[in-house]
Nanobody
Framework: QVQLVEFGGGLAQAGGSLRLSCVAS????????MGWFRQAPGKEREFVAT????????DYADSVKGRFTISRDNGKSTVYLEMNSLKPEDTAVYYC???????????????WGQGTQVTVSS
């Protein structure tokens, strides 16, 4: 069992930045792939970014490439999402996710956090 808790959501202006963190507990964090998904009001949940257990494989949704950066610190059991050049369309609840196997945009990770709200004003 893996427990995930997100931190760092909030309100930002368009063009601004926010940094999300997700702290994991339970199973061996360093052997789990980690990622972020988001869900905007009235829309389906969508993939944002993923990172392999070693950090050697990273993938992003086209909508955030060049603006968002995913990283991880296995010593702190934490995965980060640095969000720059934020746009109003980035407004959503952001969910941290984890799985023992690498996952991408079509994946369905086994473990999920409770979500953190990100709101970007224009």
């Amino acid at each position: 069992q893996v427990q995930l808790v997100e931190f760092g959501g909030g309100l930002a202006q368009a063009g601004g930045s926010l940094r999300l963190s997700c702290v994991a507990s339970g199973r061996t964090f360093s052997r789990y792939a980690m990622g972020w998904f988001r869900q905007a009001p009235g829309k389906e949940r969508e993939f944002v970014a993923t990172i392999s257990w070693s950090g050697g494989i990273i993938d992003y949704a086209d909508s955030v490439k060049g603006r968002f950066t995913i990283s991880r610190d296995n010593g702190k059991s934490t995965v980060y999402l640095e969000m720059n050049s934020l746009k109003p369309e980035d407004t959503a609840v952001y969910y941290c996710a984890s799985d023992s196997r690498m996952f991408g945009s079509s994946g369905l990770p086994e473990y999920w956090g409770q979500g953190t709200q990100v709101t970007v004003s224009s």
